[in-house]
């Protein structure tokens, strides 16, 4: 690499580092996780206390995030911080490497543009950070760049069993992270049509799958051994059947909300610009060469990723990080394009002793940020991102109100709080939204939260009122308590609102919630 170009690549590295810092700097200054994040804290919590997934606390994301917000705690002694250098880590390699990708495939400014342009949307989609999809992206990268360097070197199988292996990281984080696999699989399937080596194309995907199961297949191992594998297919893949049951309308809706979210640094509309482009390329001479091979895939893993993040019908903006890799090569295949018909042009008119790279940055930064009017605010944290969540007086009332030795059990979907005070969950529904889906909870599942609860008479915290599908505590509260699940609700977490009724007093209200403290009572 020459001099000048080494030099612009190792800024373009500096500056895609200095974005990834400045996205964390957002959730090291928030008040409170997110929700999501407050239940991964809890679980690497209890993994360094010696629990394990599902057996000992209910979730229904992958195994992965546990074990990587574990590792976070225990550099950080426990405490966030080392949860934020795990997610700079994270989000820095993603940028290099899809960095180095896109360099490597499309040029240095169309690479630099489009690594640019995913990481200034980070502060609108990670939602306080901490999330499945941003630990995936750096996997994400990975694969592609491995399929990448596996369609222009001999050694496919190695460079695929890489990818394989990133992948399967990537769906024990989420299961449908198999999205880029399968978009992967088409375009190797593309490219050795195309180019009459279907051999090759074989020894690859054998590869991907051997290296997918390199990763996954001991994690599942470990969850047998040690009695969690059942409860692990019960909370990952049955619970996820009702999940995810939506209406067309809902996932559609939930598609274009991604794409709103993506615009303010011109992502989406770059993204699109190069999935139509890349559309008409492919057509007309489908994956000759590795780079119209690595298009294919992306124009491909678009929309899989946009069914995939969409099935559910929820807009939770960081469904739409599994979108960035692939809305990254789309943009930067865009960026090649129009810079090279660009030079075209300019070297037709002025003649080749113009200089063009430093007019063509120029160009093409006014075109990516003309929708990024809300861009600023967001980067630099000066209005936050979501709803507002205050712990407020909470951590300070549990402690007064619960023995050093009492669990606390949080009634409804703020297991955050076991994670602040240090105190464990009565029994496994640390949060018991679950057990309202209709169809999901079982008669075992509603006796054993009750069961749980008159065995370990935890101090309970009615917070409800923050996630209004779990009925109140409060028998007056709750016989206004109106739900389409009501029913449903009913069945899964009754006998757990007997006992409490029929054992448990109201002895504080939480300001400025509104939350109840009960204390236990009975006999």
């Not at 992958?62 to 795990?86: F, H, K, Q, R």
């Not at 470990?222 to 619970?239: C, K, N, Q, S």
Request: charged residues 15%; aromatic residues 12%.
């Amino acid at each position: 690499m020459p001099e000048q170009s080494r030099s612009g690549f190792l800024l373009g590295c500096s500056v895609l580092v200095v974005l990834a810092a400045l996205a964390v700097l957002g959730n090291a200054i928030a008040e409170a996780p997110d929700r999501d994040s407050g239940v991964f804290l809890y679980a690497g919590q209890r993994i360094l206390a010696g629990d394990v997934p599902y057996r000992d606390f209910w979730d229904h994301k992958g195994p992965a995030i546990y074990y990587i917000d574990a590792l976070g705690l225990l550099i950080g002694g426990g405490s966030e911080w080392g949860i934020w250098l795990v997610e700079f880590v994270a989000l820095s390699a993603a940028g290099l490497v899809g960095y180095g990708l896109l360099v490597s495939a499309f040029g240095e400014t169309a690479g630099f543009f489009g690594s640019a342009l995913w990481m200034l949307v980070l502060p609108f989609v990670l939602s306080r950070g901490n999330m499945t999809e941003e630990y995936a992206l750096p996997f994400q990268f990975i694969a592609l760049f491995s399929f990448w360097r596996g369609l222009n070197q001999g050694s496919r199988f190695r460079w695929y069993m890489i990818a394989g292996a990133a992948l399967g990281i990537c769906m024990l984080l989420r299961p449908n992270g198999a999205g880029l696999g399968l978009a992967i699989l088409i375009g190797s399937a593309a490219h050795a049509w195309q180019t009459r080596q279907q051999r090759e194309f074989f020894v690859g995907a054998l590869g991907l799958v051997s290296g997918a199961t390199l990763v996954i297949l001991p994690a599942l191992a470990y969850l047998w051994i040690e009695g969690a594998f059942a409860d692990f297919l019960d909370a990952v893949f049955r619970f996820n059947t009702f999940y995810v049951v939506s209406s067309f309308k809902a996932r559609f809706e939930s598609a274009v909300s991604g794409l709103r979210v993506l615009l303010p640094s011109g992502l989406s509309v770059l993204a699109l610009g190069g999935w139509f482009l890349a559309g008409r390329r492919v057509l007309a001479r489908p994956t000759e060469n590795g780079r119209r091979a690595l298009l294919f895939t992306a124009w491909v893993g678009l929309p899989v990723e946009m069914l995939l993040s969409s099935i559910s019908g929820r807009s939770y903006v960081h469904y739409y990080m599994a979108w960035l890799p692939v809305a990254a090569v789309l943009a930067g295949g865009l960026v090649s394009e129009l810079a090279r018909d660009a030079k075209r042009e300019v070297v037709t008119l002025l003649g080749r002793s113009w200089h063009m790279q430093p007019a063509l940055a120029a160009l093409l930064a006014a075109a990516a940020v003309l929708p990024a009017r809300g861009l600023l605010p967001p980067l630099l944290h000066l209005n936050g991102v979501g709803d507002e969540r205050d712990l407020g007086e909470g951590p300070r009332v549990i402690e007064e109100y619960a023995r050093p030795d009492q669990s606390l059990l949080m009634w409804g979907a703020e297991s955050t709080y076991n994670f602040f005070t240090r105190r464990r969950a009565p029994t496994r529904f640390v949060y018991q939204s679950p057990l309202i889906y209709c169809g999901y909870p079982t008669e075992q599942m509603a006796r054993e939260l009750a069961e749980a609860i008159a065995t370990a008479r935890p101090v309970v915290i009615d917070a409800s009122s923050g996630y209004t599908r779990i009925p109140p505590i409060d028998p007056a509260r709750r016989a206004e308590w109106a739900s389409p699940e009501r029913d449903c609700a009913l069945f899964g977490v009754g006998q757990a609102l007997a006992f409490i009724d029929a054992n448990y007093q109201l002895v504080h209200v939480i300001e400025p919630s509104g939350w109840g403290v009960y204390q236990f009572q009975g006999p």
